[in-house]
């Protein structure tokens, strides 16, 4: 079971990226999908979840209105699209998945690699 997360990059204040998380080994259309992040000297924190039974999705106050987490259950895939990005978004990002709802980091049995996003302002 592997996530593999991409997209992460350097970018100024104010734009936007897109990171994606590509799920092999298994079938995660039954599985809470999420994202976290860690900054340097942190603790890693929620991001934002998709929940497979309904589709509903939750996301960090710090986040709300700017991040849309999305996913495409056919293809196993889950997405993060980060607009009007601050630099204290900058952070490690983590994909995630869990057979539980739940915002909590110990919920979450399968992790990606992380994928960097740097904002600088």
């Known amino acids: 079971v592997q996530l593999q997360a991409s997209g992460g990059g350097m970018v100024q204040a104010g734009g936007s990226l897109r990171l994606s998380c590509a799920a092999s080994?298994?079938?995660?259309?039954?599985?809470?999908m999420a994202w976290f992040r860690q900054a340097p000297g942190k603790e890693r924190e929620f991001v934002a979840d998709s929940i497979w039974s309904n589709g509903d999705t939750y996301y960090a106050t710090s986040v709300k209105g700017r991040f849309t987490i999305s996913r495409d259950n056919a293809k196993n895939m889950v997405y993060l699209q980060m607009n009007s990005l601050k630099p204290e978004d900058t952070a490690v990002y983590y994909c995630a998945a869990s057979p539980k709802i739940s915002s909590w980091s110990r919920d979450y049995d399968y992790w990606g690699q992380g994928t960097q996003v740097t904002v600088s302002s």
């Open positions: 080994g298994r079938t995660f259309s039954s599985y809470t």
